[in-house]
């Protein structure tokens, strides 16, 4: 990467919070980022962020989060867990998988910040740091973002999308895509953010597994049926190792 210099000279403008480790919730004032403190060069790198409703400490990666999406380089996905629901709050947007799929990750152990614990942001399966510290994910941009070793391409045609993959991989890995919302405001009636309207930014609403890949040259077909999720307005592809493995690839569709 060579974009390390400039972009640590944008995060004097950025507050890097301490994170939530599960079971445990800290408040922190944050000045929200006004540009985006990572610039990609390369293939499109996967960010996912493990959030919730009920934690006091996420707004501030939520804001973050929104700002990193605008570079379609960066694939970033909204990730609400469950965990944070004992609280009294129950999170409309959180999934069992995204709890699970961050668990599975803590299991095989990431580098920068290891542990479940929220605002995590989480990249390309390999690197995790605390979800609004842009300088943080700067740095496992920089050390993970190319890391992967294949590649994604989509192109249109009469039925949908045929899907190119090239590369290598250490292993099994399975190509999935993921259907979002780009934009969801919740306004939240009790727990620590009780009485907040929060932004939300591509919250994962389904994901499905396309197929399997060995290595080398392949071709898979999506149907256009398949981007028709309900709620969903737009879709990633993710070539990533089963079970919380590292990720290989990744690229929005539509």
Not at 15 to 33: C, E, I, R
Not at 42 to 48: A, I, K, Q, T
Not at 59 to 64: F, I, S
Not at 227 to 246: E, F, M
């Amino acid at each position: 990467m060579t974009f390390n210099r400039s972009v640590i000279a944008l995060f004097g403008t950025l507050v890097v919070l301490g994170a939530a480790t599960l079971g445990v919730s800290h408040d922190a004032p944050a000045a929200p980022a006004t540009r985006n403190p990572v610039a990609v060069t390369g293939e499109p790198v996967l960010l996912e962020l493990f959030t919730s409703q009920g934690c006091s400490s996420c707004p501030p990666a939520d804001r973050l989060a929104e700002t990193l999406a605008t570079d379609p380089n960066l694939v970033v996905i909204a990730r609400p867990v469950t965990y944070w629901d004992r609280l009294g709050w129950k999170d409309t947007l959180a999934r069992e998988d995204n709890t699970a799929l961050q668990q599975n990750y803590a299991r095989r152990g990431l580098a920068g910040r290891n542990g479940v614990y929220t605002p995590q942001l989480v990249v390309n399966g390999q690197f995790g740091a605390v979800g609004s510290n842009a300088r943080s994910i700067a740095d496992g941009v920089a050390r993970f973002g190319q890391a992967g070793g294949a590649a994604i391409r989509v192109a249109r045609d009469r039925t949908g999308y045929a899907i190119d993959l090239s590369g290598s991989t250490p292993g099994k890995a399975e190509l999935v895509l993921l259907a979002v919302t780009r934009r969801v405001t919740v306004g939240i009636g009790s727990g620590e953010n009780g009485g907040r309207r929060i932004g939300y930014t591509n919250v994962l609403r389904a994901e499905t597994k396309i197929g399997e890949w060995a290595g080398g040259q392949a071709r898979l077909a999506l149907d256009a049926g398949q981007l028709k999720v309900p709620g969903a307005d737009r879709y990633a592809l993710v070539l990533r190792q089963p079970g919380g493995g590292t990720v290989l690839a990744a690229r929005w569709v539509a």
